[in-house]
Nanobody, 120 residues
Framework: VQLAESGGGLVQPGGSLRLSCVAS????????MGWYRQAPGKQRELVAR???????NYTDSVKGRFTIARDSTKNAVYLQMNSLQPEDTAVYYC???????????????WGQGTQVTVSS
């Protein structure tokens, strides 16, 4: 199983970016999916999470600015980021809890990370 991310880049303060992540491989079912970020010198933190039934939660600093969504038919998760600020600069990682064949036990997987830089 692999997670492939795309959509990072450089954006000015107040701008927008959309991150995408697609899971592929011997997948039985994708459970929760989410996005984490890690800024230089800081611990990795949860940004947003969406459960298999669509329930979402966000870290306080991004509420009202970021929106997480998923397309279960594509095993994909998206993060729409609006009103970006310099403090949003970080490497963003896709995370998914996946049941893979043949054992169908639940495991956590990470993407390789995509850089988001907010700067004028």
């Amino acid at each position: 199983v692999q997670l492939a991310e795309s959509g990072g880049g450089l954006v000015q303060p107040g701008g927008s970016l959309r991150l995408s992540c697609v899971a592929s491989g011997s997948i039985f079912k994708v459970e929760a999916m989410g996005w984490y970020r890690q800024a230089p010198g800081k611990q990795r933190e949860l940004v947003a999470r969406i459960s298999s039934n669509g329930t979402t939660n966000y870290t306080d600093s991004v509420k009202g600015r970021f929106t997480i969504a998923r397309d279960s038919t594509k095993n994909a998760v998206y993060l729409q980021m609006n009103s970006l600020q310099p403090e949003d600069t970080a490497v963003y990682y896709c995370h998914a809890q996946i049941r893979a064949v043949p054992l169908i036990t639940l495991h956590a997987y990470w993407g390789q990370g995509t850089q988001v830089t907010v700067s004028s």
